[in-house]
Each structure stands twice: as structure tokens, then as C-alpha cells.
């Protein structure tokens, strides 16, 4: 072979080999054991991950992140939502303080206002519903202003936003957030070209329901499959099934075609002794096989959306053990404090791991 035809295919390799892009990580620092955040991106990197978000605009991650090539999500917190949907001021300057010190050297493509808001069911909640909207809106201007168009601004919501999820086609907003939230929130984001960002979980309707919905369905093995009785589609996973189920609420509210980023998913890798189907195996399972399904090219999508792709974000890159709650709240990472992996995995879903020999005796007396 000539030189020239060596290094084409060098080339070509190294296109191909490039970094995922698809798939991210949600670098949560809720523990007290955590690596520094220059080791933690350190560890990212190595693991090939394209995407980081996080669950603020830390000044120093958002400065060792320039010199990667990671694209990179910021959030502003929940608290301060009120004072940006009111004050044009406030938004310009969470902007000034936040975005601009970094922007453009470290890539921050989305801007995410708040954290699953619709979930908080409190009088004070139900003003931060109000404010989500404008806050949205207000931050736009501010990007504007400043000419920044390849940031995009989206909020991320839980499940718990849907009234109906199965079957997909049944698909419907909460009554209570649907036309005060809801349809101002797509009207926004479809204008915008930006994306709905859903937090996703397949272990929550299994671990609640898991002698109706079966553990190969929810690991997305695809060796089970339910029909849509309404439209046909057949699923051959819970996910895909919980998607689609979002997308059918979007669609009957005049929307069907926002995209979506899934910005957090992911399995427990332990939790208390009552938590079913918490433990590496399951978590490793998971995590694999979603990682081949939302990086294969070109993209699968779902039953309602074929072909389109869908940014995801694995929740979570460490253990995180000042998280309240049950045991698996605490046992979401990829990776132990040390920065040891829990299991190991490739995030850009190139090569493939057979998955490991199942654990031993389950720790329930339920066999998963
Ligand atoms: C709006 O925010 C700016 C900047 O923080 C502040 O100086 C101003 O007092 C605020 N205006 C109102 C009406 O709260
Ligand atoms: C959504 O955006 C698309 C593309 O920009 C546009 O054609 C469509 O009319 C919008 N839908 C609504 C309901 O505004
Ligand atoms: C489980 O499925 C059975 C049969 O389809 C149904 O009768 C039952 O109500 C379901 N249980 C729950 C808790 O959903
Ligand atoms: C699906 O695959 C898993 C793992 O390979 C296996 O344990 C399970 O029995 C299979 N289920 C069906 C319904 O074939």
C-alpha cells in the first residue's frame, strides 16, 4: 500500500474511533469522598465520555474543562429560577457571572434552568412552576445579547410530569402543569430548536411492579416485547415504552416533534437489603446496553421516532453517599470514590464487554 492510502486509512480510523459523542456522564459531587474535580474530569476523559453535565456552573470545573473537548451542560439552581423569570438584570447577570468567563473555550451547549421543578409539590414549588417559563425565556434574551447561539436552553423533568405513561399512545401531561407549564414550555423550546430533557429511570416502574414487568423488558435485553394495542408499535424494552410515552404527550399537545435528550438514566449498583434487582450485574446490564443502543450508527430511536438520536446522560460518575434517601440512592456511579471502576464499561459503545457471570444468591428472596 502507497504511504497515501496508509495514511487515509489512518484517518479514517481515527474518525471512527473518535470520542462518543453521544453519550454523557452527570457528575454529581454529593459525597464527601470524591475525587478532586481535576481527577474527576481527568477520569472522564479516559473513559471517553463526550458529553459532562453538572448541577451548577462550578468556576473551577468550568475552567479545567477548557482544555478538553467535552461538551458541557450547566444548570442553574432551583433557588434562583424566581429572581431570573422577574428580573431581566438577574438573568443577564447569572449569564455575565456564569457563561462568559468560560464560553467559548470550555463548550457549553446546554443551559439547563432548574431540576425537575414540576416535581416539587409545595406552595413554594408552585411559584418556581410559574417562573420556569419566563426564567427560560428571560435567560434566552440574556444569550442573545450577548450573541451566543449554540448554547441551547432546556429544563430537565421527571416522569412524574406525565399522567398516563402505558400504553405509550396513552401518553398525557399531569393535569395540573399541562396547559400552564407544559404548552408554553414546548412553544418554547420548539421555537428555540431546543430539546426536552427527561430524567428517565426503567428501575423505578420495575423495582414498584416487578412481577408485571419483566427484568429482561426493563434491562432492555430485547428478548420481550409488549404492543401498543392503539398504534401497533412493538417495544422490545421499558425504555423505549417510557419515551415514547412523552413523545405521545408532546404530539397531542401540538408538538410531535421536539427532540429529546435523556439527562439522567441509569441502574443502582447496590442499595438496602429490600431494594430488588440493586446490584452490579443488573446495573452493568443496563448501562451496556443502553450505551449500544444510543450510540449505534445511524441511530435507532424509538417505535414513534425511528432514526432519530437521542443525546443520553449516565447517572451517575461516582457513588455519591451524602445523597438522602434509601441505600440505592447512594450507589449510582460508574465509578467508587478512588476512581476504581464498579463495572467495567465503555461508553462509546464500541467494544462491546460480554456481560460478567451473574452475582451470586440474590440478596432478596425474589430471584432477578
Ligand atoms: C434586578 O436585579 C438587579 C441585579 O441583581 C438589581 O440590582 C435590581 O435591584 C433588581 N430589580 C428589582 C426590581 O428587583
Ligand atoms: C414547531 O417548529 C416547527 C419548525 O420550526 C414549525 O414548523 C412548527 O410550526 C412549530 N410548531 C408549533 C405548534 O408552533
Ligand atoms: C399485574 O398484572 C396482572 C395481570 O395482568 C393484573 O391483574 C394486576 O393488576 C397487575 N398488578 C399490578 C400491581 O399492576
Ligand atoms: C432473555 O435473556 C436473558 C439473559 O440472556 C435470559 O436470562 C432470559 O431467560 C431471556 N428471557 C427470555 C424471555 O428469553
Redesign the pocket.
Known sequence: MSHLVVFLLYLLWITRTKVSSNIGVNYGQLGNNLPSPQRSIELLTSMKAGLVKLYDANPEILRLLSTTKLKVSIMIPNNEIA?IA??Q??AD?WVRNNVLPYYPKTLIRYLLVGNEVLSYNSEQGHQMWNDLVPAMRNIERSLKGQNIRDIKIGTPLAMDVLQSTFPPSSGTFRPDVRDSVMAPMLKFLNRTKSFFFIDIYPYFPWSQNPHNISIDFALLRGNSSIRDPATGLLYTNLLDQMLDSLIFAMSKLGYPNINLVVSETGWPNSGDEEELGANTFNAATYNRNLILKMSTKPPIGTPARPGVAIPTFIFSLFDENQKPGSGTERHWGLLHPDGTPIYDIDLTGKHPITNPAPLPAPKSQFTV
Open positions: 429572581g422577574t428580573n438584570s438577574m447577570e
